[in-house]
């Protein structure tokens, strides 16, 4: 793809390896919005403003100069290995190969890892206990009495009868009603939702019925399968939200709505839903039940994510005085959402508090039983934006903290979000530094908790100062030091390295969470010592060691014991 020419309408055929897609790919275009504009998920939590590194493409042959963005991130290696950041470079044409009409050129790019394609390392166990569920679905078998000459009622008088005179009915479940009878003895399974039937089945099928719960959150997807009858969890699926493409935050996704308006909002919402659907899929595969038998899916997400989840207008969240277009929970259908379930199923999403509190802390709060406890708790939500919730026996007080994208990898500068390859633990024993990584393989950066745990033994065994700062001592890891100042890093892992400027990075962030804990702290006056348990959720908050978070001073100091994930 070496520069010959450009021009409008001139385009460049691209081969995409591994897969050998084909693709045409018009000159002059910035490479990492033309590829997603392709429905290619690059990672690039920075949205294309070139500091965070990990839009990474390797280029066959005739790669482009390197930038100093490019030789910034990547090492020399990788530069003569073809390797550049995609938001860093332009689609540019000639280079050999044949013109076939305004196609000018050819070249292969080797896509490193597409957001939405790997397993993350979300913990997304359930903790639901079974019992009595009320999930406002129930499936109803039937054996009606056939009409006759004495008994002419109509098809639907005989059904409604039977359940309820007042039962609503979409006309194509109607139009099926009669061969449903007819052909099966006049037995049937009635799905009903409060006073409307979703569906119509012939003979017995009332045990087969099932739910799907999903939180769509900013960086990871997390679904659960459920029977709706007795409410026994059947399997669990997760996966990078897809629109981490278009920026790591909700601020730039809003941005991305904002510039490119109902064209890019429709985008957003068309990955966030095709995700969500293979989660669907997946699950339903792995149980072997079919996907239209899921009749009711409840969602959850903080408020950016609810409204790109549902194609709803976004501009007004990012600037005073935040106003949301929904803020109460609402209640649709899967077809108008385009969820890969029942048609007919309902969907309901749950309240959010403000703007920037949403139905995720708030299925927290219900799930932690938060209102009815005379006790004094605090619920965190740790993520790019950090919600927290303090309820001091019935008085509740919550708030959000811009705790910024460094949790999530983004602004670290070798950070990634909790995919194959990325440290999430970092220990020592015996002044032996040890690194796990996701997926056992080489490591390739390092996500938030093992960012938040190699500062928190670099400080525990005095190579970070109080003030945040590297610095060498006796201790024989001094070693893995290297350069001074803010220029000094020190090496976790091959190639992997902590920066200080990383270390000021996650003083921000966890200043912004430990703030907010602070001003509600103060708000309710209540000493941090009175707290009786600490819940930190969300897929990410899950796999926080409470140890680091006390190490580091991101939560106040209370017994380990009192920290719940
Ligand atoms: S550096 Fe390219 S998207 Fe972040």
Not at 277 to 298: F, H, P, S
Not at 435 to 458: N, Q
């Amino acid at each position: 793809m070496s520069m010959v020419s450009k021009g409008k309408g001139i385009k460049v055929k691209v081969t995409i390896l591994p897969e050998k897609r084909e693709i045409l790919l018009p000159v002059g275009e910035n490479l990492l919005i033309t590829l997603r504009k392709k429905g290619l998920n690059i990672l690039s939590p920075c949205n294309g403003a070139g500091t965070c590194g990990q839009c990474k493409v390797r280029f066959e042959q005739d790669a482009p100069t390197p930038t100093e963005g490019d030789r910034r991130f990547l090492n020399s290696q990788e530069i003569e290995d073809g390797w550049r950041l995609s938001c860093l470079h332009e689609v540019e044409g000639g280079g050999g190969g044949s013109l076939v009409g305004q196609v000018e050129g050819e070249a292969a790019i080797y896509l490193v890892a597409q957001a939405g394609e790997l397993e993350t390392k979300a913990q997304v166990d359930s903790f639901l206990e079974e019992g009595d569920v009320d999930p406002g679905v129930s499936a109803h078998f039937l054996e009606l009495s056939p009409p006759g000459r004495d008994d002419q009622r109509a098809d639907l008088l005989r059904l409604r009868e039977r359940l309820e005179q007042e039962l609503m009915v979409p006309l194509p479940v109607l139009k099926r009603l009669p061969s449903i009878l007819r052909n099966n003895e006049f037995s049937l399974t009635v799905i009903k939702a409060e006073k409307e039937i979703l569906n119509l089945l012939p003979n017995d099928h009332s045990d087969e019925i099932y739910g799907v719960a999903i939180d769509i959150g900013t960086t990871t997807l997390a679904c659960y399968l459920f029977e709706l009858v007795g409410g026994r969890q059947l399997a669990v699926a997760a996966g990078s939200n897809p629109q981490s493409a278009f920026g790591a935050d909700v601020i730039s996704r809003i941005g991305h709505v904002r510039e490119q308006g109902e064209e890019g909002s429709e985008e957003l919402r068309r990955l966030v839903v095709d995700a969500l659907n293979e989660l669907i899929t997946r699950m339903a595969r792995e149980v072997g039940i079919k996907r239209d038998a899921v009749y009711k899916v409840t969602v959850v997400g903080n408020p950016t994510m609810l409204h790109l989840f549902l194609g709803i207008d976004t501009s007004a969240i990012d600037h005073s005085p935040y106003v949301p277009v929904i803020q109460n929970g609402l209640t649709l259908r899967a077809e108008e959402v385009g969820l890969a379930v029942s048609p007919f199923a309902r969907v309901e999403t749950l309240p959010a508090i403000s703007a920037y509190v949403g139905s995720d802390i708030v299925a927290g709060m219900l799930y932690a039983d938060m209102r009815t406890k005379d006790t004094i708790e605090l619920l965190l939500d740790i993520g790019t934006n950090g919600e927290v919730v303090l309820t001091v026996g019935s008085r509740m007080f919550s708030c959000s903290t811009a705790a910024g994208p460094a949790f999530e990898g983004a602004s670290i500068s070798q950070g990634m979000s909790a995919l194959n390859g990325a440290i999430h633990r970092v220990t020592v024993e015996d002044g032996e530094l040890s690194c796990s990584v996701i997926g056992g393989k080489e490591a390739r950066g390092s996500c938030g908790s093992g960012l938040l745990d190699a500062v928190a033994v670099l400080r525990e065994i005095g190579l970070i100062d109080n003030s945040g700062r590297l610095c060498r001592t006796e201790y024989p890891l001094s070693s893995q030091i290297e350069g001074e100042g803010t220029k000094a890093r020190f090496l976790l892992s091959d190639g992997v390295y902590l920066n200080q400027k990383d270390i000021r990075e996650f003083q921000l962030a966890k200043g912004a969470i430990r703030a907010g804990i602070e001003v509600m702290l103060e708000h309710a006056s209540i000493d941090s010592a009175d707290i009786d348990r600490i819940l930190v959720g969300g897929a990410f908050g899950s796999s926080l060691s409470s140890l680091s978070l006390l190490r580091t001073g991101l939560l106040p100091s209370i017994d380990a014991e009192r920290i719940i994930s």
